[in-house]
């Protein structure tokens, strides 16, 4: 109890199922248990992180959290998601694969007592009681209006691989994107990598092999295309800084293509603090702490302190 104390005073200081097997869990029978239900690929370094700092704050608070993965597969997400409902726990973590889908779900959570937060990717639309991650919209903002600094203007072209496109966290952040691109005339579009890791960085080979001389600056919209960058710039032939790279650093693998020159500059959203902090807020609102608030988790790193994230991506 001395540590679930620490942790709730250091918060309050500063301001992951195919259908349920259980993918991973931190258990303690005497406390509490949380459900968190992401639509992530546990292959995907980003939730990899966020699936071992949940369990962290598990075994710090003494609670048991179960994590479970659906690879953005909104049938098997919503399938979780209920089933975790049924097994009427002391609190729920969702993460959003598209803004309004899990409206009724939420509800249907809060008028049985759940406690819900959103994790990753927020969901403004449900009654969710608080958020941990980043702002999407201000991410994509954040990542044009780096390039139009570096020169990116009317006419010039952007690239945008993603992992899902349609997903949540594509369409917010194009949203910002667009609002910085479009008054200035900007051309850019969104293509699809795959979420399958050999098969994203095939095509992102090939695309950048046969386009790269009219591709201006790129943006990566997820984490997993943002590895890709080293290699396929390699494999295509072109040389580091020579394309301006903006988008996710979340993985060593990109931290370490800061440093090297590879990726001009790239948001860390904390996929540790997704994982831990969306279970201290669970936690505390199940011991009868008020919640209700944001907890916003992101911060663009260039090569000049690279070297923290990758400190961070490594432990």
Known sequence: MRTAQRILAALAMVATIGVVPLVASAQDEEGPTFYLVTHGNPSDPYWVLVNDAALQAGE???ATVNVSFS????AVQLENLNAAIAAEPDGIGISSPETGLFVDEVA?????GIPVVFLDTDDPTTARDAYVGA???LLGTTWANYLVDLGIGEGDYVWMPVEFPGAAYQVLATEGIASVFDPLGVEYDVFDANYDPALSLSNMTDYLTANADEVDAIIGLGDLVMTNIRPAF???GIEPGSIPVVGWGGTLETAQEVKDGYVNAAIWGYPDASGYDSVVLLYKAATGFSIGYDIPTQTLYDASTADKYIDLASN
């Not at 690879?71 to 909104?74: A, H, I, T, V």
């Not at 249907?108 to 049985?112: L, T």
């Open 234 to 236: 390699d494999a295509a």
């Open 71 to 74: 690879s953005n597969d909104n």
């Open 108 to 112: 249907a959570a809060k008028e049985a």
């Open 135 to 137: 702002d999407l919209h």
């Open 60 to 62: 710090d608070l003494g």
